[in-house]
């Protein structure tokens, strides 16, 4: 139960005095036993040093250019993938979420500070009693009602002397979830900008694909239509027409697959964008070039990765607050010292209403005897919230390395298979020329010529493929480094 100290005082220049010392004894007593907070400086500086490596696997140590982080895309040169994004970012609905997250986490902070400081209240009240017998005026002088009158203010105050930082803790937990709340509107941020590129890059890259299937198809036809004139002219045979019409239908059975590609990829740009599905479709649909990436990317050194990557500074501020926490529910265990005081008074008239006034002070020490455990056990249950946010945190530090070293290897990767594919794309071109001069002339059979053609388009459509994948790869090595933070000015 509860242990309370009370003192009260009216005016009186001596009672104050006595308060004060009490509360000066009380005070030096109290603060004696008053706890540490913990901090989470040594256990985030712990997991970071268990989990960073000092360098990555495949790339260099050469810092990376932070403002050129900022606006990623604007790298590749595309001023409607520019546009899009820009869009995004203004009317993405889960960027609108976690703005209002955000606002939500400041009115807390708000209200997580403003309990430090005192809390003051004003009363007032104005009575009328009229003296009636029955329904008739009892008294009246010279004609006029007898009646009584009383006019009454107050003001009320209390504050929490916050000793063993309970209030003071609980403020800066406050503190830390607004900043975790900012660094996870940045995190959707950098997820929606990266979101919309590789959408946008799937357009083009499917767009480039169908154009080329409508390409051979075109070829493809042309060898049909030969095909039957050389089988009606006794040159060919039956099966050069039906192998030549089963190019064309395979071909053809492929564009239906691209342009459901195409129109997904328009509608998810849409929805990122916040608008219905199909609302930039006129705009989208014509055929543009795949956004080409930059040569080279710098991206730093592995610790510089938790100052960039905004989901890694939100699981630290989780962490920060979570450990805070602890010491907020550790103060619990130590004596509250609250102060309370008043001043009333009352008149019967408005002119003499400030002529007298009663006041008092409160000043309550209330410690914890006997709770039943529940104090320790509200302590136990706030630790294993930081044991799971510590948790969390390594996990998301681990994370985000992984996308920075899968996409640097993706990079890698794309990079040399598109040098491959493209030299052996001029390979396949000059093959089905040689192979159609020498149809021509009978040198060589039908089925040579088809199978050449179709390996044309293979390696076509895998070399479109492979640019669309180094262009994939530079944005996701560009989401992974924590890219696609814009101005925060208006946040």
Not at 71 to 100: H, P, R
């Amino acid at each position: 139960m509860p242990m309370s100290f009370t003192f009260r005082a009216r005016r009186q220049a001596g009672a104050r005095l006595g308060i004060a010392l009490c509360l000066a004894v009380m005070t030096g007593q109290i603060t004696a036993c008053a706890p540490g907070l913990q901090t989470p400086d040594d256990v985030i500086s712990a997991a970071q040093a268990e989990v960073i490596p000092a360098r990555w696997q495949d790339a260099s140590s050469t810092p990376a250019d932070e403002m050129a982080l900022v606006d990623w895309w604007s790298q590749f040169d595309d001023a409607t993938l520019t546009q899009l994004i820009e869009q995004a970012l203004a009317s993405n609905n889960d960027i609108a979420a976690a703005k209002g997250r955000l606002r939500s986490a400041r009115a807390a902070l708000d209200a997580a500070q403003g309990a430090r400081l005192p809390s003051v209240n004003a009363r007032g009240s104005v009575s009328r009693q009229d003296n009636i017998d029955g329904l008739s005026r009892a008294e009246t002088v010279d004609g006029v009602l007898i009646t009584d009158e009383n006019y009454a203010i107050g003001i009320d105050a209390s504050w929490e002397a916050d000793i063993f930082g309970r209030l003071r803790g609980t403020a800066e937990a406050a503190s830390a979830g607004v900043r975790g709340s900012e660094a996870s509107l940045f995190d959707v941020q950098r997820v929606i900008t990266a979101e919309i590129a590789l959408n946008y890059v799937n357009l083009r890259d499917a767009q480039a694909r169908l154009q080329l299937a409508q390409a051979n198809l075109d070829i493809q036809r042309e060898n049909l239509q030969l095909a039957q004139w050389r089988n009606q002219a006794g040159l060919g045979s039956e099966l050069d027409v039906e192998q030549a019409r089963t190019a064309v239908g395979q071909t053809t059975a492929a564009l239906p697959v691209l342009r459901l590609t195409i129109a997904t990829a328009i509608h998810q740009i849409d929805v990122l964008s916040g608008r219905p599905p199909g609302s930039s479709a006129s705009a989208l649909s014509p055929h543009a070039a795949l956004p080409i990436p930059p040569e080279i990317i710098d991206v730093g050194l592995p610790a510089d990765l938790l100052q960039r990557r905004p989901d890694v500074l939100s699981a630290q501020e989780a962490l920060e607050s979570e450990v805070i926490r602890i010491g907020v529910a550790q103060a619990d265990l130590y004596p509250a010292l609250r102060l309370s005081g008043s001043i009333d008074t009352s008149s019967d008239s408005i002119g003499n209403l400030f002529d007298s006034s009663l006041g008092s002070l409160v000043a309550g020490v209330t410690a914890p005897i006997f709770q039943g455990g529940q104090i320790r056990a509200r302590i136990e249950q706030q630790k294993g919230s930081a044991d799971t946010a510590l948790a969390n945190y390594r996990s998301t530090v681990l994370t985000a390395l992984l996308d920075v070293e899968s996409a640097l290897q993706s990079a890698k990767a794309a990079r040399e298979r598109e040098l491959a594919l493209a030299e052996a794309e001029q390979s396949a071109l000059i093959s089905l020329q040689l192979a159609e001069i020498r149809y021509r002339v009978g040198e060589v059979d039908f089925q040579t010529l088809l199978d050449t053609q179709r390996s044309v388009l293979t390696v076509q459509d895998s070399r479109a493929s492979a640019s669309a994948a180094r262009s994939t790869a530079a944005i996701q090595l560009f989401k992974a480094l924590g890219g696609g933070w814009p101005d925060t000015a208006s946040l």
